[in-house]
């Protein structure tokens, strides 16, 4: 009877063992949607978070969101040696209808030239932007009145630096004097 009592201890042991590994929390990644929204409601710690758009960067994964409807902000995961995104940073712009993010700005070592990323919130007044960067010019059209996300691949650099403008446009494409983004 006494080598029974050891080889049971020795199996509750080992179930015991399976359930706590099976039972423990497992880490979030940016690897879908809903892994995503726990994330970015975790980061902002309170309010409501409307994903906007999620793209695969080379090894990065970027997705734009508004926080609690007005705030525009951007999440960057990268991939790991498993294949999951792992979040890495996050950047919100708040008290203007049009945030303008650049991801050369957010550390993303990608082979082609960094790129503008335009996000708007529904009260966004602005149509178009100029944008003017080392002598590349390109105007984007924005939708008026609605949450939306452009891009904007700016030629990669020679010299790894850049110098840009913008200038913006109401709907009749009339300049815009003011504005706080830039």
């Not at 970015?40 to 793209?55: A, N, R, Y």
């Not at 990065?60 to 890495?88: I, P, S």
């Not at 303008?100 to 993303?108: A, C, D, H, Q, W």
């Amino acid at each position: 009877m006494r080598r029974r009592n050891p080889l049971l201890f020795a199996v509750v042991l080992v179930v015991g063992a399976v359930i706590l590994f099976w039972m423990r929390e497992k880490p979030l990644n940016g690897n879908d949607a809903e892994s995503i929204g726990r994330i970015l409601l975790e980061q902002e710690q309170h309010g409501d978070v409307t994903i906007l758009e999620i793209k695969d960067v080379e090894k990065y994964r970027v997705v734009t969101y508004l926080h609690n409807d007005t705030n525009q902000a951007l999440a960057m995961f990268r991939k790991n040696a498993k294949g999951n995104y792992e979040w890495v940073r996050s950047e919100k712009q708040t008290g203007e209808p049009l945030a303008i993010f650049n991801t050369s700005l957010l550390y993303m070592d990608v082979q082609e030239g960094p790129s503008f990323i335009f996000v708007t919130n529904s009260e966004n007044q602005v149509a178009a932007v100029q944008v003017e960067v080392n002598g590349f010019s390109e105007k984007i059209e924005l939708p008026v009145g609605e949450a939306a996300v452009k891009w904007l691949d700016i030629p990669k650099s020679g010299e790894g630096q850049y110098a840009f403008t913008f200038t913006y446009f109401d709907q009749d494409g009339n300049e815009i004097e003011e504005m706080g983004n830039g």
